[in-house]
């Protein structure tokens, strides 16, 4: 790996750790919003509901957890820079 793409991907990581703190408030609201829509819709559509249920509980942990926020970030530039060219 050189080191242009390992400086791409940690200024990426700060970006989205800074990015999801900022919004941290809205995605504790989104994140309610759909745990409410997934009770509703448990009843049903069980597929639908535990779909939406499993995103309500990520986006919950989000919300609440640094530890979640940090590796949420890695995966995300990690995969933002998944295909970079080397130079």
Request: net charge positive; no cysteine; proline share 2%.
């Amino acid at each position: 790996m050189s080191n242009l793409r390992r400086l791409a991907r940690e200024q990426i990581e700060y970006y989205l750790v800074y990015l999801i703190l900022a919004y941290r408030g809205l995605i504790l609201i989104v994140s309610l919003l759909s745990l409410a829509l997934s009770i509703v819709t448990i009843f049903f559509n069980p597929f639908t509901g535990n779909a939406v249920l499993l995103l309500a509980i990520f986006l919950l942990l989000l919300s609440n957890s640094f530890n979640v926020v940090l590796y949420t970030a890695r995966l995300g530039a990690w995969l933002s820079t998944l295909w970079m060219p080397d130079d």
